[in-house]
C-alpha cells in the first residue's frame, strides 16, 4: 500500500500550508505586486470533475475526485457550523446541482473562487462535528486523484475548543487590504498625489456576491452574474463620459468579503458607492417583482427590507467566513457628524435614483427602503443598494437578462449618478483641496 506513504506526505504538506498562512503578508504583496490573473478559462488549473458524500449522521465522508493532487487545508466553524476546505484555484467542473442535497452531518455544500488563485468549499452542517480525518489520494488503478474529508459527530462542548484563537487559522484571504489587484490597479490605492493627479469624482460599483457566493438563483440564472453583467456595462456607460473614475469592486467571478467592498471606497475617498443586487422571494412567499433602492439604517424600513438585509449580510458565512470578527476601524466621535450627512447624501442619492429609474424600470411598490446592510457603512462615502429586480419573478427574470432592459436601465442609472455628481461638485467648489 504504497499510496498510504504518499497521503501521509501530503497531508503533511498540507499541514505544513496552513501553518505557513499567518505570513499571509507574502500573499498579499505577491497579489498586489503581480498582473492582473489571467481569466479562469485561460488557466491550467486542477479540474474537479465528481463530488460524493457518503454515510451517516455519526460519520459522514466526502470524496471530490480531481485530475491532480491538491494542497488543502480543512477547518470548521461555528454559528452556523460549517467546515471550510481551501485548495489552491480549481476549475470546478462538477454536474449542475452538485452540493444543493446533503447527507449525514452534511446539509448542503458548495464550491468556487474566494480570492484569486484560491477555491473553495464550504459545507453546511447539520450540527457541530470535527475532522476525523482529511486527505489526498494520488491516482491509482485508473482512479482519479481524490480530495477525501471525514467528518464525525461531536456535542458542541467538544466543538468550541477547536475554535479557540490560537488554533484558528487566518481565513481572511490575502486580498483583504489593499483591494484586489485584479480589479483596482496599484494606483487606486489611497495616495493623495495620484487623488490630485486625477481630479474626478471615484465612483465604486460593487456587484454582490461572485465566486463561491452565487446569490439568488432561479431559472438557471445566477444572481452573481446578472448584477456583474450589470455592473460593467453601468461602468463602460459612466467611462464614456469621461468625467469619473470608475472603480468595480470585482470585475470578474470572485468573492469579495463584504467589509472589502466598503474598505475600497473608503480607500479611495469614492464619491459615491452603488451596490447592485438581484432578490429572490422564498415561494412560498408569493412574488414581488421590480426594483428596490435601499439606503443605510440602523432600523429596517419594513419586514421585508430586514429580511434582505439579514439575507445579503449572511454572504460572508456563506462563503465560509466567520462574521463579526472584524472591528470596525471607526471610533471617532466626529464620525458621528460625517455619518448623519453622508445619510443625507445616501437618502438625496437614492430618491434621485427612483426619479429616473421609474421612467425606465418597472418599479417596486416601495422602491425607496432602508435597513442595516453591512456594504453600506462607509461613514464618508453616499453609498445604496439597488436591487434590480427580483429573479424569482418571471417578467424581472426576463428584464434582467435582456440586454435592451439592461441598457435602458444602466443609461439612467447613469443620468441619475451625473445629476447627484453635478451637484455635490458645485456645492463643493472648484477642486481646490486634495479630498474634496
Ligand atoms: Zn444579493
Redesign the pocket.
Known sequence: MASRANQRVLLGCALLCAAALPCADSTRLKAAESPPQPSVAAANFPVASAARLAGDGKQTRFILDIDQAVTFRAVTLADPYRVVVDVPQVSFQLPAGTGSGGRGLVKAFRYGLVMPGGSRIVFDLTGPAKIANSYVLEAANGQPARLVLELEEVDRAAFVPSLTPENRPELRPAIADPPPATTVPASAAPDAGQQKADGRAVVVIDP??GGIDN??QSGGES?KNL?LAFGLALRDRLEKTGKYRVVMTRDDDTFIPLNDRVKVARGLKAALFVSI???ALPRAEGDAQGATIYTLSDKASDAEAQRLAD??NR?DAIAGFNLAEEPTDVADILIDLTQRETRTFSSRFARLLMGEMKSTVRMHKHPLKSAGFRVLKAPDVPSVLV?IGYVSNKGDLEHLVSEGWRSRAVGSMAQAIDGFLAKRMATAGPSTGPSN
Open positions: 454582490g456576491h446569490g439568488t444572481e448584477v443586487h438581484a432578490d439575507a445579503e454572504a436591487e
